[in-house]
């Protein structure tokens, strides 16, 4: 059975940091991609990194390059984003998905929320 599981979201100052994980069950990072997405609410899901299964590229959306870091813990089949200097268009509820794009992404996690905030 296909798992996706995010954690370490929580409330945050702005300028501080998070490290977001996703434990992936049931499938190898070596099989998909895995995509970290972000909603806020009343907006659209947008895609804000990723890492490629074949080689471990990365990709990130403009509004966090500089910012945020995926990582990808083969052993451990978890992949990490770490967020640094956040900032409060940061909130949402982030997600991590098996592809770089929403419309293609077959396995999602529940999500986890992340709020900045003083």
């Known amino acids: 059975q296909v798992r996706l599981v995010e954690s370490g979201g929580g409330l945050v100052q702005p300028g501080g940091s998070l490290t977001l994980s996703c434990a992936v069950f049931g499938l190898s990072l070596y099989e998909y991609s895995i995509g970290w997405f972000r909603q806020a609410p009343g907006k659209e899901r947008e895609g804000v990194s990723c890492?490629?299964?074949?080689?471990?590229?990365?990709y990130y959306g403009d509004s966090v390059k500089g910012r945020f870091t995926i990582v990808r813990d083969i052993a451990k089949n978890v992949v990490y984003l770490q967020m640094l200097n956040l900032k409060p268009e940061d909130t949402a509820v982030y997600y991590c998905?098996?592809?770089?794009?929403?419309?293609?992404?077959?396995?999602w996690g529940r999500g986890t929320q992340v709020t900045v905030s003083s």
């Open positions: 890492i490629s299964s074949s080689d471990g590229s990365t």
């Open positions: 998905a098996t592809d770089c794009t929403v419309g293609r992404a077959k396995y």
